[in-house]
């Protein structure tokens, strides 16, 4: 069974850092896109960030890019997503999600066929 599920977030005072994780079962990081979400509350869920193992590449929303960064472990079947200089504005509900290889290059929610539950990040001071 597909399963993903994120963990690390919580309240950071803006400026702060947070190191999302996302543990994924039933399928290999080497097949597979994982992109992490987010949606805050009235707002439509938008992309933050995604990487494909197989291609070697990387993809970051431009609200997010040079701030975060996306990274997959495959021994722990993880991937993560460091969080720097967090701003008031990064509050929302993280979900991590997945596509297939070949739809490595997008953000579009629709695209992914399995996401984990979310996990809440708020910056606030």
Do not use: H
């Amino acid at each position: 069974q597909v399963q993903l599920v994120e963990s690390g977030g919580g309240l950071v005072q803006p400026g702060g850092s947070l190191r999302l994780s996302c543990r994924v079962s039933g399928f290999s990081l080497d097949y597979y896109v994982v992109a992490w979400f987010r949606q805050a509350p009235g707002k439509e869920r938008e992309a933050v960030s995604s990487v494909s193992v197989s291609e070697g590449s990387t993809y970051y929303s431009s609200s997010v890019k040079g701030r975060f960064a996306i990274s997959a472990d495959n021994a722990k079947n993880t991937v993560y997503l460091q969080m720097n200089s967090l701003k008031i504005e990064d509050t929302a509900v993280y979900y991590c999600a997945r596509t297939a290889r070949y739809f490595a290059a997008s953000f579009s929610a629709a695209d992914y066929d399995y996401w984990g539950q979310g996990t809440q990040v708020t910056v606030s001071s």
